[in-house]
């Protein structure tokens, strides 16, 4: 293997995983590393969190779906220093020779400065955080039907959302949908109906990247689902127990046990190394700037694509963190290494916008597939068949299938497990024992 | 609901499930607690540990399950006292008083005094336990990967399993499978078939509880799988990085870092609680000695069941902690309650044996049904049309069946995830960073 071409690539996401699927041809040796060891569909995080599919639905080892091509290995290691003097990636267990690097590290969420929040509320990234998001809606229930006191069953039947983009807009229907339906006949002394869900957002209407009356529907959707829809309503303090909001300069304190926090990106601290080793720029949200090219600063053998990117060249706003984007960008620097190698020029990066779309609750959707809308069921379908296609397995894209159908004849969710639960999580609310 | 006879069950395994069942049409007011808000099908957990299904396969809510059953509810709770004289069960969140109770609490397995060994040899009885196994083994072939060391490659390529019953036997042939099948083609380095799987165990045989030649036979398809039985060893100590075993007076040290612990029982610790408050004997695993009628010494309203009780009465011997006993059991008991509300006698339990089966890797089992001998592909099939129809939902019971139909033909097992991964899970073996 050795005298061809080194490309690491670092995460195996939707850009990563998409650049070394398009170099299977070329004439180099790829490495693809990821401190996991699959690949995530993440925008059916939420039905993992919401305990309609199970996390290996969604999740593809990345050794299986890069088995047959001979020129990639896969490694399960956390990179923690890019060497770009000497071309080298640092992990804990490895260290990687590179002539070309992708890094494709992708971001988490972002409380603006506030990562105490973190605890009390949250975010939807990883398995983990989803199964902890399980585990914090199913066991508020639980704990409701155990306790005596009105005004504590109240709170524990409270839930917060932060952030009406559209994972915050997916939580709050899919968690409508367990209260209302899914576990409607389930209690013997609540009634999960009156579980109070409150979607809060900064901007003026929900879903704010969609044109306005796809928002304003979207909003109509939520409120037919019970959902409160509290917008232009600041997030001032997260604590066990509460969240504080501000709206219209007058302060309220909502008492809660469940947050689920799904405002702000944060990108991988690999931006601001990268940064302190090449004096490229990051935005407000740690992201690189990188060049027509995907290169960054000074450095044309290294690319940053994906969620840890800013694209900004297009129509001067960065290009949205969503999977085509990161897909479309990982295929176009296989192509220019590809070309590189030919000796042939390559063209600036241009994103070509297919569309994007959100659910909301149940069988009812926002979609924008070019200039066209679409909304309620029809949405729905549209979005079914896309989000169905797109999973990386054929025996995952069965096995969420029958879930779903399933689901749709039932309304059950039969993913609803509460694990790693400590006693200790639930301690709070309860009186002296 | 006032007014009627208040049982209360502790514990939602087969044994307390079976006696909420049975009580359907009691006039009774049922409450069933668990610490747990699902029912787990124990027999396929080993099958959850080697990534062929998913968690939510074998787990259903036990509230799903009893939903229909309008005279029983259910708490998600942690018992933490049972007080006999006022007839009061204490959990953490709430106090349950009792007419009868039916105590279901199951068994962990034991380290035979040597709790210190559980870090490193983790056992197999709950979901967290098996995504634990299964991130262990699965992280051994990334760590194996990622090694330029040869010594060290060996040691994470070694498996340990501790104890040749049925879970050890199933544990040791579907990490084979996984070593010589599913991974084969996974890596670039390393050749996963070159894993080590070592089968210890203290007796003479592997499936001691079995008739000789179904042992024997066990043990040559187990060898067939590259397995090394070894029996007639014992293991003297457990510590990170290897085991310590001792055979025919020789003492030798295995290098390993995955080791499964398969050995040995012991009761939940609330039948050393039901002794010091009743005065009930205890057998050397913790069980309790029940009466004829399964209930306890001087308590003709508290009944113990399952793994947590010991019945001696048959034969002499217990009964195997098998989930036909604790189910009989848990029926027997909810009959009994209601015969007394008839003014009825009850016989005393007597367990049906109706057979036991045990798989060995890759479609090979052995079974004993009545006094009939199966083994080999014709067991398996025995097997699985026994587990699968045991399953407790429709739902999952196609979804097994989806994922079985799926391995037997591409041999792959779709959820062979890392999760809950800390980077220092695979520090010790790294050279200083």
Not at 74 to 89: F, H, P, R, S
Not at 229 to 237: D, M
Not at 274 to 285: I, K, N, P, V
């Amino acid at each position: 293997m050795s005298g061809r071409q080194r490309v690491v690539i670092v995460g195996g996401g939707f850009g990563g995983l998409a650049a070394a699927r398009a170099l299977r041809r070329a004439p180099v040796d790829v490495t693809l590393i990821d401190r996991r060891n699959y690949h995530l569909f993440q925008p059916l995080l939420y039905q993992v969190a919401t305990g309609e599919l199970s996390p290996a639905n969604i999740a593809s080892p990345l050794r299986g779906i890069l088995r047959r091509q001979k020129n990639c290995r896969v490694l399960m290691d956390e990179v923690t220093a890019i060497d770009v003097q000497e071309k080298l990636v640092h992990a804990a267990g490895v260290t990687l020779p590179y002539d070309s690097l992708i890094v494709a590290a992708g971001a988490r969420h972002s409380y603006f400065g506030r990562d105490d929040w973190e605890p009390s509320a949250p975010g939807l990234k990883s398995i983990e955080d989803a199964t902890e998001i399980r585990k914090r809606i199913l066991f508020a229930f639980e704990a409701a039907e155990r306790s005596d006191d009105a005004e504590a069953i109240k709170v524990w039947l409270t839930f917060v959302i932060v952030g009406a983009g559209p994972t915050g807009v997916e939580m709050a229907g899919a968690i409508s949908e367990i209260a209302h339906h899914t576990l409607k006949r389930d209690f013997r002394k609540i009634n999960p109906s009156d579980a109070h869900i409150i979607l809060i957002e900064a901007a003026a209407h929900p879903l704010g990247v969609y044109p306005e009356d796809l928002a304003v529907k979207a909003r109509k959707s939520l409120e037919r689902l019970q959902v409160v829809v509290r917008t232009h309503t600041k997030v001032t303090n997260v604590a066990d127990g509460f969240v504080e909001v501000e709206s219209g300069g007058a302060a309220e304190r909502i008492a809660t046990h469940t947050v689920v926090w799904a405002a702000g990106v944060a990108a991988s601290p690999l931006g601001r190394k990268l940064a302190e080793a090449t004096g490229c720029s990051l935005d407000r949200a740690g992201r690189v700037q990188v060049a027509l090219d995907l290169s960054i600063a000074g450095r044309p053998n290294l690319f940053v694509i994906g969620d840890l990117a800013n694209f900004s060249h297009q129509d001067g706003k960065p290009l949205p963190g969503l999977a085509p984007v990161a897909m479309q960008q990982g295929q176009y620097v296989a192509k220019l290494i590809q070309d590189r190698l030919k000796g042939r020029e390559s063209k600036p990066f241009h994103y070509k916008d297919r569309g994007s779309m959100a659910v909301i609750g149940r069988y009812s959707a926002v979609a924008l597939v070019g200039k066209r809308q679409f909304s309620g069921f029809r949405a729905w379908l549209i979005w079914v068949f896309i989000h169905l296609m797109q999973i990386t397995q054929f025996r995952n894209r069965l096995l969420v299938l029958m879930q779903w159908g399933w689901s749709f004849f039932t309304r059950d969710r039969a993913a609803r497990l509460i694990t790693h639960y400590r006693e200790s999580d639930g301690h709070d609310d309860r009186p002296s024992q």
